[in-house]
């Protein structure tokens, strides 16, 4: 999961309420929804970032939010104890301090996960793969330490990248070599926000906002007050790039700013591309819209290694749209896919090129 600590997208705008998504987190409510109350909580020491869960509840109801809200809260904290690789009891941990040729039982769940993973690894053409954590963790030592990491190194954590080291069978993960390891901080941080917004649906909401570090799926069943409006910050400054309304659905966004490491003056993503090894540097920041939020998510992280080339392979027949910056602080400019521009509601929004 992502230890992020900045958030890509600044604000969220609907269902009568305005959410600002800066570093505090703040809500305000309009009051343009009369018979509705967005009631929100902010759990703490969430797979490492801030996170903010919203139900949409007839006015003098509000009490009802309260379970459906902590079922969600307990759906996130499930998913991360499951997945994340940061927490040492949790099960891609065990798959990953497996031995050469030892078989790991994984859960059902884990499994289509990794399943759905190697998918987008293909549908990518390699930029999406979460076997490239030996690249990650090669590249997270160089950043701590800030000696770039040798030739023999890089080559060594590559040969460990790769699907033919994780088979995945029936029910367990057959390990290549015992050093390969699996990475799911590209992809769980959007099953688990996809998996809380089914969990307050089950409960009754109708309308509501799941938000993981400024990664959101949006609920907006039966309720008739227009589109979600959701503020994409600028690459460059903590400032507000544009807006873009959503009906439902999920945005995700991989950004450099978020998180970056420094190594003799140089500035390197947190993103790895699978087939050189070394860090992504194709886009500045990539904002995603799909109908869930592990596309949004597994596809803002393949964007960023792509860069706007990739816009090409992206599955709009999936209803996946995307809003590429790509450039230099100096000169960036944007590039969307077809389908990304009707979702622009601020004028301002129009300008394509920084500077
Ligand atoms: P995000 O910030 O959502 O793009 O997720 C980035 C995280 O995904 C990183 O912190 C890594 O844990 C992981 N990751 C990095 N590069 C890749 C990649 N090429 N494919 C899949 N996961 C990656
Ligand atoms: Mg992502």
Not at 109 to 136: K, M, N, Q, W, Y
Not at 253 to 260: C, F, I, L, N, V
Not at 324 to 341: D, E, L, N, R
Request: glycine fraction near 10%; hydrophobic fraction near 45%.
């Amino acid at each position: 999961m992502s230890r992020s600590t900045r958030r890509p997208i600044l604000a969220l705008v609907g269902f009568g309420i305005l959410v600002c998504l800066t570093a505090v987190g703040l809500w305000k409510t309009s009051g343009e929804l009369p018979d509705y109350s967005a009631v929100s909580i902010q759990p703490e020491g969430i797979m490492g970032t801030e996170c903010q869960l919203t139900a949409i509840v007839p006015r003098g109801r509000e009490a009802s939010a309260a379970p459906a809200l902590a079922t969600a809260e307990a759906e996130l904290r499930r998913i991360e104890a499951l997945m994340s690789s940061w927490l040492a009891d949790s099960e891609i941990s065990r798959l990953n301090r497996a031995g050469t040729a030892v078989a790991t039982p994984l859960s059902a769940e884990s499994l289509a996960l990794l399943r759905e993973a190697r998918r987008l690894s293909d549908a990518s053409l390699g930029a999406f793969d979460v076997t490239c954590r030996p690249l990650i963790e090669l590249w997270r030592r160089a950043g701590a330490s800030g000696v770039l990491p040798s030739e023999a190194a890089l080559e060594h954590a590559r040969t460990l990248t790769g699907w033919r080291q994780m088979r995945l069978r029936e029910s367990d993960v057959l390990k290549g070599d015992g050093e390969a390891r699996v990475d799911l901080g590209g992809i769980a941080k959007g099953y688990g926000i996809d998996r809380a917004a089914e969990t307050l649906l089950a409960a009754g909401v109708r309308g509501g906002v799941v938000d993981v570090g400024g990664d959101l799926r949006i609920i907006g069943h039966g309720l008739d007050e227009g589109p979600v409006r959701v503020q994409i910050r600028s690459p460059f400054e903590a400032s507000t790039w544009g807006e873009i309304a959503l009906y439902g659905g999920a945005v995700c966004t991989s950004a450099h700013y978020a998180r970056h490491f420094e190594i003799e003056g140089k500035t390197y993503s947190h993103i790895i591309d699978p087939r050189s090894g070394r860090p992504a540097d194709a886009a500045l920041s990539v904002t995603v819209v799909a109908p869930t939020a592990l596309l949004a998510d597994a596809w803002a992280t393949a964007l960023s290694v792509l860069g706007p080339e990739g816009l090409s392979i992206l599955p709009r027949n999936e209803g996946v749209e995307a809003l590429v910056f790509h450039g230099t602080a100096a000169s960036w400019k944007t590039v969307t896919s077809p389908g990304f521009p009707v979702l622009i509601r601020n004028s301002s929004a129009g300008s394509t090129d920084g500077r």
